[in-house]
């Protein structure tokens, strides 16, 4: 109770405060642009309310700035604590009535882009107390939709590949009459013939002309041989280039195999010129990132002829990464995830990356001296090439990658002590800008259990699923991910979407030689055995689906979907998957009311045979939603809900099995540090619905959050998803 009355009065104190307190004398607070639409045509707002020359204070929640209230604590003074409070808040916008004006010029002009003529726009300004509230009534004009199409081209070579190309012309007999989409086709247009040859053609050798006086609208589509910036003085015939002579140079410092730096290169003298072939040249050395400027400059000659200058710039070869992720709930589990990496990308002198990782995961519980002990080393050397396979037969703009990597992982737990070695060989690669693959052919783990506790050993033996979970084994098989985004940037700043399917096989092939394989009994049931191990055949599949929506006056607001599903079977000569290859929830991306591994499987409390949680299961389900909004300086707020669990298919146990009831529910909110590069994070989860608690009890109040270890806390990098 006495948290409440606390909360209940610092938000009256909060909106008791006036927003306009600074104001100057005789002004007025923006408080909020509104578009409204006249006539027949109806827009959407977002599509004229950027052209508004004065936005007014973003919003964090609906309508609501608490940092236009803490600004005005500050007694306009600027010194002292009136500083800090100037600091943390947030100015209000002085409303400037000169800008209507100019606000409704701009969304005239819009409109005439978008193909409505003789607009109108109305502002009116609404006063209360000292806020200002805009209103802009638009009436989008009239429009025209193109009747006849008239070409006017040159001839010869030129004219026939335009006829050729004409198919692919964007404007169309029945569209409407829009600079917007004229624009469009002349950079679309102009793209082609860069690619066909003509080096120096562009948007601008385009001309349009509208012929609206009758009741028909006729356009005419013109292309000369001079730009809208010269006069018809400076006529000339459009040609085709060839390539000249080709220079490539980079820093003596940074050694590069001559011959590999040619062969990415796809600028070839003689060759006709192409757009495509410099662009591609300029993606192949960017990805190779071992130079940090790439710049290809073209040199007409003479009337039919380019040469083509290529600069690499020097970056540093070697570095180090850090990486670091924390969580702790109620019960007072502390767990600690730092990573931190060595990296080479130029090993050989042919743009090979090397990297050397070490890992580690320690979590504890200072109240009973539980604690475990993780840590990995991993390498890996990866190739700008398919090994074996000719560079010169590639052609598109992205070089797949050969990667070898090792690692080995030791685990010492209160119940067991394991390590885990791994040998994987692949591909990587992109296909557009847009889609990413990794394919490997050959995947190999080889794990094994010691020092195994009494106890545990006899809960084992008492529970097989578990023995087959944990056994020692060998894993041989392939696997891939298909990756899909719109935006691949550390920090996305935009709108995205994107979509990932991991698949893995193992043991098939292992199986067709079971014949000669020997049959152990030594397990609580009969396997073939390899290399003296029990080899594990299954196989896993997982789907990561998710959309971010931006919104707000400065798309600075985001509500960020995401779904997860995952699957795996154990056959043949398995019972159940390793360890390794189950799924969990709970952490700092995923049902961030629970520690990792904590949550699950189904109804399943947690394990009492695992000091520390080690919740597991073969099928998983979730989904997540977060809004996002600005606060101030690069903080960042978000409030999240989930919902989801893991659970044991094929198992006799009712509790883990899937069921509506069993699926977890949590919210939570989080504060973010935005540096562009990176994103810093904290996290805090509140349990609603623990399906681990006694049925009538899952769902969980305010009073359990923090009574009942209903909480936690997660510190990460990055956006969870």
């Not at 604590?73 to 943390?88: A, C, D, P, V, Y």
């Not at 990415?264 to 003298?269: E, L, Q, S």
């Not at 995952?566 to 995923?590: I, K, M, T």
């Not at 998983?620 to 606060?631: G, S, V």
């Amino acid at each position: 109770m006495k948290r409440f009355v606390l909360m209940l009065t610092l938000l009256l104190l909060v909106i008791s405060c006036s927003t306009t307190k600074l104001l100057p004398e005789g002004a007025y607070r923006l408080a909020s642009n509104k578009v409204e639409f006249a006539g027949k045509e109806k827009l959407r707002a977002s599509e004229v309310s950027p052209y508004i020359r004065q936005q007014p204070n973003s919003s964090i929640l609906f309508g609501w700035n608490p940092f236009l209230y803490v600004y005005n604590w500050s007694n306009g003074s600027g010194e002292g604590i009136n500083r800090f409070w100037e600091k943390l808040g947030e100015a209000p916008v002085v409303f400037d009535p000169s800008l209507m004006e100019s606000s409704r010029t701009n969304i005239v002009n819009h409109l005439r882009t978008l193909g409505y003529y003789d607009s109108k726009v109305d502002a009116h300004v609404a006063y209360a107390g000292r806020q200002a509230r805009v209103k802009y009534i638009v009436e989008p004009g009239h429009r025209f939709r193109i009747d006849s199409l008239v070409f006017d081209v040159p001839g010869g070579t030129f004219g026939e590949e335009f006829r050729a190309d004409s198919a692919h012309v964007t404007v169309k007999v029945g569209d409407f009459l829009s600079e917007k989409d004229l624009e469009a086709e002349t950079v679309r247009g102009a793209s082609v013939f860069r690619n066909l040859g003509y080096y120096d053609f562009n948007k601008n050798h385009y001309f349009f002309e509208a012929d609206t006086l009758t009741d028909r609208t006729t356009l005419y589509y013109r292309i000369r041989g001079y730009t809208r910036n010269e006069t018809a003085a400076s006529d000339a015939p459009i040609r085709k280039y060839r390539i000249g002579n080709v220079r490539i140079s980079h820093p003596s410092e940074i050694r590069f195999r001559e011959e590999l730096l040619r062969k990415f290169n796809t600028i070839r003298p003689g060759e006709t010129y192409s757009e495509r072939m410099v662009n591609t040249t300029y993606n192949r050395y960017s990805a190779l990132k071992v130079f940090n400027n790439v710049s290809i400059e073209m040199m007409p000659t003479d009337s039919t002829t380019v040469d083509c200058d290529i600069r690499l710039g020097g970056s540093d070869m070697m570095g180090f990464k850090a990486n670091m992720e924390a969580s702790t709930n109620a019960s007072g589990l502390l767990g600690f995830s730092p990573q931190i990496s060595f990296y080479h990308k130029n090993l050989f002198h042919g743009g090979e990356w090397l990297n050397l990782g070490f890992s580690g995961n320690w979590q504890f519980m200072p109240s009973s001296g539980a604690h475990s002990t993780e840590f990995g080393i991993s390498s890996s050397l990866s190739f700008p090439r398919l090994l074996g396979y000719p560079m010169e037969r590639i052609r598109g703009v992205n070089i797949p990658r050969t990667e070898i990597s090792a690692s080995f992982n030791y685990q010492n737990r209160p119940e067991y002590r394991r390590s885990l070695a791994t040998l994987n060989y692949g591909f990587t690669g992109q296909m557009g800008r847009r889609v990413f693959y990794q394919i490997n052919p050959f995947q190999l783990n080889l794990a094994r259990l010691y020092a195994i506790s009494e106890d545990f050993q006899q809960v084992m033996i008492e529970y097989p699923y578990l023995w087959d979970t944990f056994e020692n084994h060998i894993d041989a098989g392939v696997g891939g991910m298909l990756y899909y985004t719109t935006d691949a940037d550390v920090v996305p700043k935009t709108a995205y979407h994107y979509g990932r399917l991991s698949l893995n096989v193992s043991g098939n092939l292992i199986s067709l030689f079971n014949s000669v394989l020997p049959l152990s009994d030594a397990g609580l049931r009969p396997q073939r055995l390899l290399l003296g191990l029990p080899y594990k055949q299954y196989v896993r599949a997982e789907l990561n689906l998710g959309k971010v929506f931006r919104f707000g006056w400065e798309q600075d607001q985001a509500l960020a979907l995401h779904l997860v599903a995952g699957a795996g079977w154990a056959y043949g000569n398995s019972y159940a998957l390793s360890f390794e290859r189950q799924f969990y929830c709970g952490g700092a991306s995923s049902m961030r009311g629970w520690q990792a591994r904590t949550l699950g499987p189904g109804h399943e409390a947690l394990s009492s045979f695992f000091v520390l949680p080690s919740q597991t299961g073969n099928l998983k389900l979730e989904a997540d939603m977060e809004y996002r909004f600005p606060l101030f300086w690069k903080l960042e707020g978000a409030l999240f809900a989930e919902a989801g669990n893991v659970w044991e298919m094929g198992q006799e146990d009712e509790l883990s099995r899937f069921s509506v009831g069993s699926i977890a529910g949590d919210w939570g909110l989080g504060v973010r540090v935005n540096l562009d590069f990176i994103l810093l994070r904290i996290d805090a989860g509140f349990r609603v619905h623990d399906p681990a608690r006694a049925a009538g009890d899952r769902w969980v109040g305010p009073a359990g959050w923090f009574r009942e270890r209903a909480s936690a806390i997660h510190f990460g990098v990055g956006y969870p998803f």
